[in-house]
């Protein structure tokens, strides 16, 4: 494959917050060989078109037509266009759609966002599950809760962290659904109970999103030492236990 592609290990051109997750991909994805790619919720393709400069050969369903107008756009301009194919549909309902998966399912998925945000996790973590061969892996991210409860602390609003910490809704009145947190043993149990076996999980934005919401912060920071500091933290308790997301690398058998 062509070394088009900016080198996940080394985060260049990819953002800070999610150094950790690539770091996981990256002996996966820069192994050299082409993967069949599943990217379930992955709009505008944000890990899509790094993944096809990769080599890779990426499906991203997702319901917004608009996410996926700009997926082609950014695929096209990448000069990935050939390797990158958006649907539209729900993760739920994966089995209804025209996937192409080769002979036997999809080598890699990714589930990144998207179980906060769903009907139902469960179900649409089965879909995926399915979705890949035996010996395939899923990518997941989601919102941690203890993230979200210190984030609405610091932001000036101990009556939404604490609703957060007793898994309430922290805006009640609010005419939208509330998105789902988890804590990591929630995480890991939902894995196990599609089948999954579950690998080690990271925090996500363990201090990325700390500097954003401190005025000057992120400017001023070293992106490639915060880059680091990311990793370091990524696998370590008690720091990986406040990060704003979680992520789990996890095996179909």
Known sequence: MPPTAPDPSSGEQLPVRTAAVWAALDPLVGAGTALR??????GSGVF???????????????????ALATLERR?????????????????????????????GGHDLALCHAVLEVVDDPATTLGEVTRALRPGGQVSVVTVNRAGAVLARALGGHPKEALALLEDR?????????ARRRFAPEDLLA?????????????????VADLLDAVPGAASSADPAAVRRLELALAATSPYRDVASGLHVLATRP
């Open 48 to 66: 899509a078109v790094p993944l096809a400069r990769l080599g890779h050969s990426v499906t991203v369903v997702d319901p917004s037509a608009d």
């Open 37 to 42: 790619v599943l990217d379930v919720g992955g």
């Open 190 to 206: 939902l894995v196990r109970d599609a089948g999954l076996e579950p690998g080690e999980w990271r925090g996500v934005a363990v």
């Open 75 to 103: 695929a096209r301009t990448a000069g990935v266009g050939d390797r990158v194919r958006g649907l539209q549909g729900d993760g739920d309902l994966l089995h209804e759609l025209p996937l192409d998966d080769g002979d």
């Open 169 to 177: 809704d922290p805006a009640p009145a609010r005419t939208r659904p």
